[in-house]
């Protein structure tokens, strides 16, 4: 069974950093994408970051100049960097990994549970 755990939420102040890490678990074949997605109340889930398994990354406008996504293949863990915070990072942020459990199975789209990251002002 495949899991994926967050960790590295928390309570940051305003202009402050954190590091997310999400570490993938289980039977797997292989892992292509991955990313982090977030959702702040009464919005909808949006993507803030993803890279492949070669390291080409993706960023949200609203995070590019700021933030850092990484990956360690050897331990299937990928790592989000986010500095200069502001409140609008507010939300609960979701890990995503794009992956195979075996060599012909198509890939599957599995997600964290989340993990609650608040920036004060």
């Known amino acids: 069974q495949v899991q994926l755990v967050e960790s590295g939420g928390g309570l940051v102040q305003f202009g402050g950093s954190l590091r997310l890490s999400c570490a993938v678990s289980?039977?797997?074949?292989?892992?292509?994408?991955m990313g982090w997605y977030r959702q702040a109340p009464g919005k909808q889930r949006e993507l803030v970051a993803t890279i492949t398994s070669g390291g080409s990354t993706n960023y949200a406008d609203s995070v590019k100049g700021r933030t850092t996504i990484s990956r360690d293949n050897a331990k299937n863990t990928v790592y989000l960097q986010m500095n200069s915070l502001t409140p609008e990072d507010t939300a609960v942020y979701y890990c995503?990994?794009?992956?195979?459990?075996?060599?012909?199975?198509?890939?599957?789209?599995?997600w964290g549970q989340g993990t609650q990251v608040t920036v004060s002002s």
């Open positions: 289980g039977s797997i074949f292989s892992i292509s994408a």
């Open positions: 995503n990994s794009k992956l195979r459990i075996t060599a012909v199975q198509t890939i599957r789209n599995y």
